[in-house]
T-cell receptor, first 112, second 112 residues
Framework: EDQVTQSPEALRLQEGESSSLNCSYT??????LFWYRQDPGKGPEFLFT???AGEEKEKERLKATLTKKESFLHITAPKPEDSATYLC?????????????FGQGTTLQVKP | EAQVTQNPRYLITVTGKKLTVTCSQN?????MSWYRQDPGLGLRQIYY???????DKGDVPEGYKVSRKEKRNFPLILESPSPNQTSLYFC???????????FGQGTRLTVV
């Protein structure tokens, strides 16, 4: 069964304290891995797409990396406005539905 | 501005009263889908559409209907809502089934 697991469930950081969020996946064939940010009561906001192992993408304080089994979202010197839930999702080659299989998310709180 | 627009944002209704949640995208995307988000269960796909007049079931389609008569619109229909359909609903669109999805702001539905 295709599965996505994110850790930790919750993370509290002080402003400026860098850390990483993990997304591990077991799928029949990866079509793509996607990172989203979700603020309370709002829709997921697209951050990155990664398609193959070794690929990296960066945006401001965020950097996403991909291996054959997992992806990391590195947050460098976070600010309070980075507080949100970060969702990882995959699309698999074996599925024609195009559905995103989501992890449960990591809720990040950055304190000033 | 490229966006996915859902209406209404909030809806409280009674069991059995038919309702429609509208979704419209202005990006000329071919692929659209509906998700529901529930605590502890994450985001799950309800229905999807590859193109106009082409729709199919996702993981949790029971109690829902959809239609795709125009490329930009993909309404979600609950013909006889029940309390277990109380949830946060998101419409999403993407260029095709393999690329990143862009989400609407969500519709919080309460069925009493």
């Amino acid at each position: 069964e295709d599965q996505v697991t994110q850790s930790p469930e919750a993370l509290r950081l002080q402003e400026g304290e860098s850390s990483s969020l993990n997304c591990s996946y077991t799928v029949s064939g990866l079509r793509g891995l996607f990172w989203y940010r979700q603020d309370p009561g709002k829709g997921p906001e697209f951050l990155f797409t990664l398609y193959s192992a070794g690929e990296e993408k960066e945006k401001e304080r965020l950097k996403a990396t991909l291996t054959k089994k997992e992806s990391f979202l590195h947050i460098t010197a976070p600010k309070p406005e980075d507080s949100a839930t970060y969702l990882c999702a995959v699309k698999v080659r074996s599925s024609n539905t195009g559905k995103l299989i989501f992890g449960q998310g990591t809720t990040l709180q950055v304190k000033p | 501005e490229a966006q996915v627009t859902q209406n209404p944002r909030y809806l409280i209704t009674v069991t059995g009263k038919k309702l429609t949640v509208t979704c419209s995208q202005n990006m000329n995307h071919e692929y659209m889908s509906w998700y529901r988000q529930d605590p502890g269960l994450g985001l799950r796909q309800i229905y999807y559409s590859m193109n106009v007049e082409v729709t199919d079931k996702g993981d949790v389609p029971e109690g829902y209907k959809v239609s795709r008569k125009e490329k930009r619109n993909f309404p979600l229909i609950l013909e006889s809502p029940s309390p277990n359909q109380t949830s946060l609903y998101f419409c999403a669109s993407s260029i095709d089934r393999g690329t990143e999805a862009f989400f609407g702001q969500g519709t919080r539905l309460t069925v009493v």
